[in-house]
């Protein structure tokens, strides 16, 4: 299949058609309206090949990578629109969408929007508060436009999955104090936040285990579900107000400057595994996520991060039916030569079920490698290269008659033009 025929989709045509038609709305407003604001219009073809004998997850497999044999030539990796400016002095607006052209419900959909406040700061002390739909300051790697890894196509696996199920749809609000003021060479960072409409969370790494790939889940958005036994309840959809809780995170972060930082953070959705009040119950999901980043001569850097965690699910008898232990770590390397940037980074990914498995075993045991070049050519083509290979064992699959041990292995070449 060729480019030509990947724009001829009608999935493909309706997120241009939608993505065209509103950034043609905001270049014809008046001149001073649009330099006041930043609109960002990104088109991602990819040529894939895929060695794998699972079907993907986006096809309601259980294949841990977004293409599977099938997706072998031409797809979308996707097409964003970011608009972002100032109202007022202090107040911020942004609204990322995106389609992927996977068969989700819109062909454009919504994966982050909020309003964002800074203050005029008096001493030493920042302030910044954020409410609406965005993603919490977990990830090292996705610092790019609309949440992308900056290192690689594929972020590692466990903001993978924070792309995949977590959102905070509530506010946040931080505070960092500059050492600077004092003669000291460092920042610290506060930060808390208080959501809702997170009650799924859980249930993809219940279902699936961890995952390596670039998707994120649209906040209206669904997947197909891996296990039906509810002809009627055939999709999962992960943003959900079930049990009327308030879920919370909290965290921390130190930054040299010399771009050197160490980041904490812990997060509970408090969700209450007893309401099964809707057709996907409420999951509650914990984990503490801790990382580091470190920049090194000739432009080099170093990023690790681990995470450990669980999620209890599925009412019976006063608690929840499962409880399912996880965890992961990623190391990374990446070098930025000129127009040039090579990265290597190894995955390792667990979960294990504590409680339920002799009604269904969720359990994995895998690690991945993932090697990426990418080509920057000026400021609106770039050009990169990525290799994935994912091994080891997922339980779930002997469910379906499958082996429960796999490698999986995928090369995606994107060429992605910004505007």
Do not use: C
């Not at 595994?273 to 090194?296: H, N, Q, Y």
């Not at 990914?349 to 920057?376: C, H, I, K, P, V």
């Amino acid at each position: 299949m060729n480019s030509i025929d990947v724009f001829k989709r009608p999935g493909v045509r309706d997120i241009l058609a939608v993505a065209a038609a509103i950034g043609a709305s905001i270049i014809a407003a008046p001149a001073g309206a649009v330099d006041e604001h930043e609109v960002v219009l990104q088109a991602d073809l990819r040529g894939v090949a895929v060695d794998s004998p699972l079907a993907s997850f986006t096809e309601g497999g259980l294949g841990l990578l977004r293409f599977d044999a099938a997706n072998d030539g031409a797809q979308v990796g996707r097409v964003l629109l970011d608009v972002s400016g100032p109202i007022g002095e202090t107040f911020r607006y942004t609204l990322t969408t995106s389609g992927t052209d996977d068969g989700d419900r819109h062909a454009l959909d919504v994966t982050e929007a909020y309003l964002d406040w800074r203050p005029y700061p008096t001493n030493a002390w920042r302030w910044r508060a954020r409410v609406g739909a965005f993603y919490a300051p977990i990830s090292l790697e996705n610092r790019a436009i609309g949440w992308q890894s900056v290192y690689s196509l594929s972020p590692s696996a466990i903001n993978t999955w924070i792309g995949e199920e977590a959102r905070t749809i509530g506010a946040e609000i931080a505070t960092t104090w500059l050492g600077a003021h004092s003669d000291h060479d460092f920042d610290v960072t506060l930060v808390g936040a208080a959501y809702r409409w997170n009650d799924p969370f859980g249930v993809l790494l219940f279902q699936r285990g961890w995952g390596i790939h670039d998707r994120q889940s649209p906040l209206f958005g669904e997947l197909p579900r891996m296990f039906v036994r509810d002809p009627d309840n055939r999709t999962l959809e992960f943003f959900h107000e079930i049990d009327d809780r308030t879920g919370y995170y909290v965290g921390a972060e130190i930054k040299w400057t010399n771009d050197w930082l160490v980041r904490a953070l812990h997060y509970d959705n408090l969700g209450d595994v007893m309401d099964a009040s809707a057709k996907e119950p409420t999951w509650r999901t914990r984990f503490d996520a801790l990382g580091a980043r470190i920049e090194l001569p000739h432009d080099v850097t170093l990023l690790t991060q681990g995470m450990l965690g669980d999620t209890e699910g599925v009412p019976r008898n006063g608690r929840g039916m499962f409880l399912v232990e996880f965890w992961a770590y990623y190391a990374l390397v990446s070098q930025r030569y000129g127009q040039h940037r090579y990265t290597a980074r190894f995955d390792r990914m667990y979960t294990d079920t504590e409680r339920g498995a002799q009604f269904f075993e969720s359990a994995q045991n895998a690690r991945a490698w993932t090697l990426a070049y990418q080509f920057d050519l000026n400021e609106h083509w770039q050009f990169a290269l990525e290799a994935v290979r994912i091994e080891g064992s997922l339980a779930q699959r002997a469910d379906l008659g499958l082996a429960p041990h796999a490698t999986e292995r995928q090369l995606q070449l994107a060429v992605r033009w910004t505007r």
